[in-house]
């Protein structure tokens, strides 16, 4: 296993906490599989996913991408327990930071098979409390946690196998671009079903997303509790 680990920064200045990204690549190295980084220098983000697949698709031994952004803080366990769920497509678990709106898990489900997407909040809350999963202020590792089947997930910290990126790059150029109503995140999921590939949240991943604090599931699970969704 060679996992190469994309971060690609937009022309905003994100608050970074980079060692989280350091500690979960020393991780993996510790259990004998062989890491790359590729940073991209500031730019539209489109541009910078699409400038990492094709570095990474270069790299003929590396078996895996694992983008993550620089504003979201992660478990050391991150890269290893996404590859290891030995999936084509599967993401951790995080919230919006926006800091006028309530937390909101970063993927969705079409509406009548899109463009429009609608939230998971309500599937994700009662998934955590059926499975009694810890809820922690801050980013998180949980063995055999569940998986939820979505349509969309975001980047923040998104595994994804070789084969996948292989077949999109022979079927359109422009990997990550925005298409009408969706954003470049978005217009990827929908390419990678149209191919038949399913799309994972694993809810064991929990990262933190910065703001000056750290948004995580406890947040999220605080404001469920009274946010009709």
Known sequence: MQI?????????AYWEHTDSVEAAERFVIQRGAATGKIVDSPTYIHLGRERIVNIFLEQTRASHLCFVDSDNTL????????????????GATYFGRRKFFPPDVIAKKWVDGGPYSRSINKKLRETVLEYDLPIK?????????????VDVIGFGCLMIQREVLETLSEKYTHI????GEIGEDACFCM???????????????Q??????????????????????T
């Open 207 to 228: 990262l933190g997303h910065l703001r000056i604090d750290e948004v995580t599931i406890a947040n999220f699970m605080a404001i469920q509790e009274w946010v009709e």
């Open 75 to 90: 478990p050391p366990e991150a890269f290893w327990a996404l590859a290891q769920r030995d999936l084509p497509i599967v």
């Open 191 to 205: 390419h990678a079903q149209n191919e038949g590939y399913k799309i994972y949240l694993d809810l064991g991943v």
């Open 176 to 179: 990550f671009g925005g298409h």
């Open 137 to 149: 202020p801050q980013p998180q590792y949980i063995e055999s946690a569940p998986l939820l089947t």
């Open 4 to 12: 190469v680990i994309g971060v690609c920064r937009e022309r905003v």
